[in-house]
């Protein structure tokens, strides 16, 4: 009984955590964006930047509405599914999140009423400073739902006291060895999101020749935003890369399949592709670059990695294979993004700011276009490496995942997880039916800013 709940609970837990995540980085990224919008429309007073703002607001309160409703389940499913986990970890976790949600999400809800409905009612500098917390209320939640989950990977400034933990170092708890890392690469990934989305959007329009002088301009900004912000991402993810063999060896050994810690003096070959498997304790096949790995890990040519085989077989994660090219999928994509968007800004470049050269690179818009899902996938997968190498561990290193699931029947669990499915499936479709809807109409040039 305890195995099937245990298994139902993770599997819930991944099915809503993976519907969540979708709309936040869309909230973060796309708040930020359309602040830059608003300051420029007020600093150079060009109406289209206020166009601007006003149509791509449309996608942020449809985004953010689902991104609320759709982030309530995974709170109670502490309390639920998760109950010793609670009351393991409830005095330092049970303060992040009540801190997500009255410094972050209540700062975001207040204000977001004001950017969308107080046009015309209150003054511009006044809308203005609305639309900023709405973007910080959106990365200060980031920064604490990141400081929680970092917390579980990389512990620190707690004792365990009679089954639970216990706080000796609040500063320590927050700003553990993992967090800094955690919070810059997840922002990042929010950004990058937003912006490719914005691109992705604008390119469409552009390469279906509608209101192109509109949505040049868009296309244009989030492009050289990205430029800055994709390259800066592969620098955080390799600086991520390092941090995580020293920190949680076992996951770093997992998501590159080596088994074998390498002799001193002597450098670990990094696989290019392979099959790892677990039961073996080996690589089924692999092509295999010599030295790369230590390369990669340590930053040393030779330097030491610890492989599978020096870890116990109940301390190392599972479903080697996801973990192995999950974490491919989402560094191929940040590669490709970086690559991408600096290709694109040179190509821009040549066109002088020439409307019909944009459009005449045809390829290049219908790239973007169909790019739009993929830094979706890269954050899918980012989580997949980042929650499913975690495991065996709830707590790494505390608690383990089969010691932190409730007592409850498996049919509860089922039951549930079936209705949200059903839930899930209500809100992505009035989503799409509405965003369809906004995609079809396009931005209103006739729209004027109001007085005030």
């Not at 010793?84 to 997500?100: D, V």
């Not at 430029?227 to 997992?254: H, I, M, N, Y």
């Not at 390498?262 to 696989?271: C, E, I, Q, R, T």
């Not at 821009?348 to 045809?362: E, K, S, T, W």
Request: proline share 4%.
């Amino acid at each position: 009984m305890h195995d099937a709940t245990l298994m139902l609970s993770r599997a819930q837990f991944a099915l809503t955590a993976i519907f969540h995540i979708v709309w936040p980085i869309l909230t973060i990224s796309l708040s930020a964006f359309i602040l830059l919008l608003e300051a420029l429309w007020i600093r150079r007073g060009e109406v289209v930047y206020y166009q601007h703002v006003r149509y791509w607001s449309k996608l942020l309160v449809l985004n953010f509405a689902v991104g609320v409703v759709s982030g309530i389940p995974m709170e109670f499913q502490f309390g639920t599914n998760w109950a010793q986990f609670s009351r393991f970890t409830g005095s330092f976790i049970g303060n992040i999140l009540g801190f997500e949600g009255a410094m972050a999400f209540m700062l975001e809800a207040g204000f977001i009423g004001v950017m969308l409905w107080g046009w015309g009612r209150v003054p511009r500098t006044v809308h203005l400073f609305a639309t900023a917390m709405v973007a910080l209320g959106s990365t200060i939640s980031a920064f604490w739902i990141m400081v929680a989950n970092s917390w579980m990977q990389t512990p620190a400034g707690v004792a365990v006291v009679d089954g639970h933990v216990v706080v000796t170092d609040y500063l320590a708890a927050i700003f553990n060895p993992g967090m800094a890392h955690g919070v810059a690469h997840m922002w990042l990934a929010a950004m990058e999101t937003g912006l490719c989305v914005v691109a992705g959007i604008s390119a469409w329009h552009l390469y279906r020749g509608r209101q192109a002088e509109f949505f040049a301009r868009s296309f244009r900004l989030a492009l050289g935003v990205l430029a800055v912000v994709a390259p800066l991402q592969v620098l955080v993810g390799d600086a991520s890369g390092a941090a995580l063999f020293e920190q949680q060896p076992a996951k770093g050994a997992a998501i590159e399949g080596h088994w074998q810690t390498n002799a001193a003096g002597s450098g670990a070959a990094w696989s290019l592709l392979a099959w790892p498997n677990k039961a073996e304790q080996r690589n089924d096949w692999a092509i295999e670059v010599p030295n790369a790995l230590s390369m990669l890990a340590t930053h040393s040519m030779d330097g030491t990695v610890t492989g599978l085989r020096d870890i116990p077989v109940a301390d190392q994660p599972p479903e080697l294979p996801l973990l192995y090219y999950a974490f491919r999928v989402m560094a191929g994509i940040g590669v490709l993004f970086a690559v991408l968007a600096c290709w694109t800004v040179w190509a821009m470049r040549r066109a002088r700011g020439q409307l019909d050269a944009l459009l005449a690179r045809r390829k290049l818009l219908l790239a973007w276009t169909l790019c739009i899902p993929l830094p979706y996938v890269a954050v899918e997968c980012g989580w997949i490496v980042r929650e499913v190498g975690r495991q065996p561990w709830s707590v790494y290193g505390l608690l383990r995942t089969s010691d932190a699931a409730s007592s409850v029947a498996a049919g509860a669990v089922w039951s549930s997880t079936a209705m949200f499915i059903a839930f899930y499936a209500v809100l992505l479709t009035a989503f799409t039916i509405y965003s369809r809807k906004w995609l079809r109409a396009g931005p209103d040039l006739a729209q004027q800013p109001p007085a005030i």
